[in-house]
Nanobody
């Protein structure tokens, strides 16, 4: 089963930046998949932050992060990134990357994310 490991989480002040990475296990790639970053806090249920269709690069973002966050994939298709700029305290949470099975995707339905990382904390202080 494909496994993914996140890195890059940290504690920063509001206005700062972080870049999260999600690397897939050896022998696997993110090719032909829907990919996404999600976040969760104690007060809120899991929230979709950004998604990416690998085949055509189609991306979607939560309204709260548009213009500040960017989801991307490395050329080897083995590491998914989330560049987060102008961070706000409300961005605090546990960030998790996710992937669908390999297939033909034009968009990323929530119920098609089958593989999940362990999650990594991001804390933004005022």
């Amino acid at each position: 089963q494909m496994q993914m490991v996140e890195s890059g989480g940290d504690s920063v002040q509001a206005g700062g930046s972080l870049k999260l990475s999600c690397t897939v296990s050896d022998g696997d790639t993110f090719s032909e998949r829907c990919l996404g970053w999600f976040r969760q806090t104690a007060e809120k249920s899991r929230e979709k932050v950004a998604t990416l269709v690998e085949a055509d690069g189609y991306t979607t973002y939560a309204d709260s992060v548009v213009g500040r966050f960017t989801i991307s994939l490395d050329n080897a298709k083995r590491t998914l990134f989330l560049q987060m700029n102008n961070l706000k305290p409300e961005d605090t949470g546990k960030y998790t990357c996710a992937s669908s099975r390999s297939g033909t995707w034009s968009f990323c339905p929530m119920n098609q994310f089958e593989y999940w990382g362990q999650g990594i904390p991001v804390t933004v202080s005022a």
